[in-house]
C-alpha cells in the first residue's frame, strides 16, 4: 500500500526547486510519506520551511548539524526509503553521484540507499547535452537508476530548449509508479499499440475513427508500474504519454503495421490495442476537394492490412498476444472468432453500445476471452482493466 512506501527526497540547488514544493505534496496525497534532503544551494532558490510544512516532516540540510536522534541520519533516511527521488537533479549532483562522489547529505544518502533512485534533471541546454553529462546520465542508467525527463521548453535563462524539469504531476506520477506493490513484469518487454489511425483524403481532411488512444494509454502506464520495459506505438491522441514509457508515433495504418512488424519479435507480450482505419482512400488529392454544387462525390476505399493478424501470425514462440475487439453485438462469438484468426492468446472484447463502454470515456465493460474461458466484467476504470489484462498477461508468462 502507498501509504506504507516513503520516498526520500533530494533538492538541488536550481531554479527548478520552486517546483519540488508541488511534488511532494503530489505524493502526499497519494498516501506516501516524503523526507526532504536540501543542498546547500538548493536553500538559496526554496527555504527549508516550505518543504517542512508541505511533508509534515523535519528537513535535513545541514551534514553536520545536531542529529533529533542518536542514528546517522544518512544511513537512517537511507534504510527508510523505498524511493530516493531527486528532483531537480543539476549537472553537478548527476556528475557525483555517477563517480560516487558523497560530500554533502543528499550525496552521502544517495550512496548508501539500496532503494531505487529516480532522477528529474534540470538544467540549461548546453548542459544537458555536453559530453560529460551524457556520460554521466548514461553511467548512471548503467546501473539501474531512473529518470523522467528532462522536457523541452522555455527555460530560465529565456533560451527555448530541451532540459526543463518535468512537471510536477509527472514526476509524482512516475514515483507513485515506482512504488507499486506489484512487480511481476519485472524484465519483461511489452508492447503496446494505441490510438486511432489517420488516412489523408486531401491536404485538410481525413478518414479515422473515435478512439481516444486512453485503453492503451492505460495500459502502457501500468506495465510500466509492474516492472516492464515498455514501447508503445501511438497514433495521433490528445493525452500525455505516460512516463518512461519509449513512444514511438505513428498516422497511417500501413505507419503503425510497419512500426508493430518491425519491433514484435523482440518482445515478451505484445498488445493491440489500437484502432487502425480498415480502409485508406485509393487516391489521395493534393488540393482541396471542393464542392460540386451538390452533385454526389465517390470516393473509392482500398483495404488496409490487417495489423492484428499480421502481429499474430509473426508471434514467437512464448510470446504472448492480446488483442481488442470492439463489437455491437454477439461479442463472445465474434471475439473467439477473432481470437482464432488473428491467433492470439487473449481477447478484450466490449460492446461499444454499452454506457460506459464507448469511445473517449474513463470507463470500460469488458469480457476476457482465452482458449477455453470468458470472463465478463462490470464497468470498471480503463486503468483497472488495464491490471485485469496484464494479470492475465502475467499468467500467461509464467506458463509459457
Known amino acids: 500500500m502507498l501509504s506504507e512506501r516513503t520516498v526520500v527526497m533530494g533538492v538541488t540547488g536550481g531554479i527548478a526547486a520552486y517546483k519540488s514544493a508541488e511534488i511532494v505534496r503530489a505524493l502526499r496525497e497519494y498516501g506516501i510519506a516524503v ?3 536540501m543542498t546547500r544551494n538548493a536553500c538559496e532558490f526554496v527555504t527549508p520551511l516550505t518543504f517542512e510544512t508541505v ?9 553536520f548539524a545536531a542529529p533529533a536522534n542518536w542514528e546517522v ?14 528532483a531537480p537533479a543539476t549537472a553537478n549532483v548527476i556528475a557525483k553521484l555517477a563517480n560516487g562522489i558523497a560530500d554533502d547529505m543528499l550525496t552521502s544518502t544517495a550512496l548508501a540507499t539500496r532503494a531505487r533512485i529516480l532522477i528529474a534533471p534540470a538544467m540549461n541546454t548546453g548542459m544537458w547535452e555536453n559530453p560529460a553529462t551524457v556520460r554521466n546520465v548514461q553511467t548512471l542508467k548503467d546501473r539501474g537508476v531512473y529518470f523522467v525527463g528532462p522536457e523541452t521548453g522555455r527555460l530560465a535563462n529565456g533560451d527555448t530548449g530541451v532540459g526543463r524539469m518535468s512537471d510536477p504531476q509527472s514526476v509524482a506520477l512516475t514515483a507513485r509508479m515506482m512504488l507499486t506493490d506489484k512487480r511481476d513484469l519485472e524484465g519483461k518487454r511489452v508492447l503496446v499499440t494505441a490510438g486511432p489511425t489517420r488516412e489523408q483524403l486531401d491536404p485538410v481532411r481525413y478518414l479515422t475513427n473515435r478512439s481516444s488512444g486512453r485503453m492503451g494509454y492505460a495500459i502502457a502506464e501500468r506495465a510500466v ?5 515498455v514501447t508503445l506505438i501511438t497514433g495521433p491522441v490528445s493525452i500525455a ?3 518512461m514509457v519509449a513512444i514511438v508515433p505513428v498516422e497511417t495504418t500501413m505507419q503503425l ?11 515478451d507480450a505484445v498488445i493491440q490495442a489500437a484502432a487502425p482505419c480498415d480502409f485508406r482512400p485509393a487516391e489521395q488529392s493534393n488540393h482541396k476537394i471542393k464542392k460540386r454544387d451538390g452533385q454526389p462525390i465517390a470516393l473509392e476505399l482500398l483495404e488496409n492490412p490487417d495489423v492484428a493478424a499480421a502481429a499474430g501470425a509473426r508471434k514467437q514462440s512464448g510470446q504472448i498476444f492480446v488483442t481488442f475487439a470492439a463489437e455491437t453485438e454477439n461479442i463472445i462469438e465474434n471475439g473467439r472468432e477473432k481470437m482464432t484468426r488473428k ?10 453500445t454499452q454506457e460506459g463502454a464507448g469511445f473517449d470515456v474513463d470507463t470500460n465493460i469488458v ?10 466484467y462490470p464497468i470498471m476504470s480503463k486503468h483497472d482493466v488495464a491490471d485485469l489484462v496484464l494479470d492475465r498477461v502475467a499468467d500467461l508468462l509464467a506458463r509459457s
Open 257 to 267: 503495421f510497419q512500426a508493430m512488424i518491425q519491433r514484435v519479435p523482440n518482445q
Open 367 to 376: 469480457t476476457l476471452l482465452t482458449k477455453d474461458a470468458a470472463q465478463s
Open 225 to 229: 508500474a509492474r516492472g516492464a520495459s
Open 55 to 63: 511533508s509534515a516532516n523535519p528537513v535535513v540540510a545541514d551534514m
Open 241 to 243: 504519454a505516460p512516463p
Open 35 to 37: 523526507n526532504v534532503i
Open 73 to 86: 541520519e544518512h544511513i537512517s533516511l537511507a534504510k527508510k526509503a523505498d524511493l530516493f527521488l531527486i
Open 343 to 352: 491467433n492470439a492468446d487473449l481477447m478484450v472484447a466490449n460492446n461499444v
